[in-house]
């Protein structure tokens, strides 16, 4: 079972105590990375969205970096192809359980149903699985660094994979041909912390393959100390942190779509700066952009025939209206 778990695996300071070296990641060379595209394929009025130029680079990696800790191989568009082995449905939906208000307020919510859809161009239907029963059941511990309770991530897995499984039952029962399943990705919210076997914490957990998964807001609380996000931002950081309840949604949004794309088989991204990057820790998040590089636009497009130009102008005007900043100042840049 392929499985990616998504930020580290122990608290920050563990981290810091064993992962003194250098990075051995090489930047791919900008002559190939510009060659990972084929621009023939791209409709001529589409083409300006993959323009190298308007992209950055991957960041130098220091000893904290994800890549550094995490060496991975690139995931080509070629590859990528190869995997995802049939396109997804345009009648695919997403689905989104809440465990509970994710940390966010109503209308917050509501916009981030929004921001999926426009991300993936599918509709996303909320299910709400988890009746108190159910949640009273789940595996849970106390924390004593964070002095709160946390949930173990095994549980909530199994539980959406069979509700999963008995939508595609379901799905069979109706149709007389054997179809794609109605349900593309299932991501569970929650906002209490979460943990995996031997791990002190983790953020989230997704199984690529099965194309399930499930993510906590926690860390990006401030609640919680020594390790607070937004009170120890570095320089390198490129969300506008003045605001910060419009930066912890900005990181919300990010990882929700984030975990979503390994849930439609897209891997980490090692070629640009790109909301597919992997990240070790909330302060590598608050480096990376929300945008998709044009490599992981290309294979997005491709799996869900994706409209890019209706794709941009709807994230832009989700921009704007959230004020994420930096993100309006790129998406500028193809007016
Ligand atoms: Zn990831
Ligand atoms: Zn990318």
Redesign the pocket.
């Known amino acids: 079972m392929y499985t990616i778990v998504y930020g580290f695996l122990y608290p920050l300071f563990h981290v810091m105590l064993y992962c003194h070296r250098p990075s051995k990641y090489k930047r791919v060379p900008e002559h190939k990375v510009k060659k990972l595209v084929n621009l023939k394929t791209v409709p001529e009025h589409e083409r300006k969205y993959y323009n190298h130029d308007k992209y950055d680079p991957i960041p130098e990696q220091d000893e904290y970096s994800w890549l550094t800790n995490n060496p991975e191989h690139a995931q080509t568009f070629k590859k990528y192809k190869k995997q995802l082995k049939t396109c997804i449905s345009k009648q695919a939906k997403i689905y989104i359980c809440l465990l509970d208000d994710v940390g966010l307020t109503v209308q917050q919510h509501d916009d981030l149903i929004d921001f999926i859809q426009l991300w993936f161009q599918r509709q996303v239907v909320i299910t709400n699985i988890f009746t108190d029963d159910i949640k009273a059941n789940l595996t849970s511990r106390y924390n004593e660094q964070t002095s709160d309770n946390q949930l173990l991530t095994t549980d909530i897995m199994t539980i959406i994979e069979q509700h999963k499984q008995q939508l595609h039952e379901e799905q069979q029962l109706h149709e007389e041909k054997q179809q794609q399943d109605d349900c593309c990705a299932y991501l569970v919210l929650t906002k209490q912390d979460l943990y995996g076997k031997n791990t002190n914490f983790v953020f989230g957990e997704a199984n690529t393959r099965l194309g399930v998964g499930v993510f906590s807001t926690y860390r990006f609380n401030c609640d919680f100390n020594p390790n607070c996000v937004l009170d120890n931002i570095n320089q390198s950081c490129i969300i506008d942190t003045n605001n910060i309840n419009t930066a912890k949604f900005q990181m919300v949004c990010h990882i929700v779509v984030h975990e979503i794309g390994h849930m439609l088989g897209l891997g980490h ?1 090692i ?2 700066s ?4 992997g990240c070790n820790s909330v302060f590598e998040l608050l480096t990376q952009p929300l945008h ?2 044009p ?2 636009l290309y294979k997005l497009k491709y799996a869900l025939d994706l409209d890019i130009i209706t794709r941009h102008e709807h994230l832009t005007q989700f921009y704007v209206k959230h004020n994420f900043v930096n993100e309006i100042a790129w998406a500028n840049q193809f007016c």
């Not at 790109?274 to 990057?277: E, F, S, V, Y």
Request: glycine fraction near 0%; hydrophobic fraction near 25%.
């Open positions: 991204c070629y640009y790109c909301n597919m990057n998709l590089c490599v992981d």
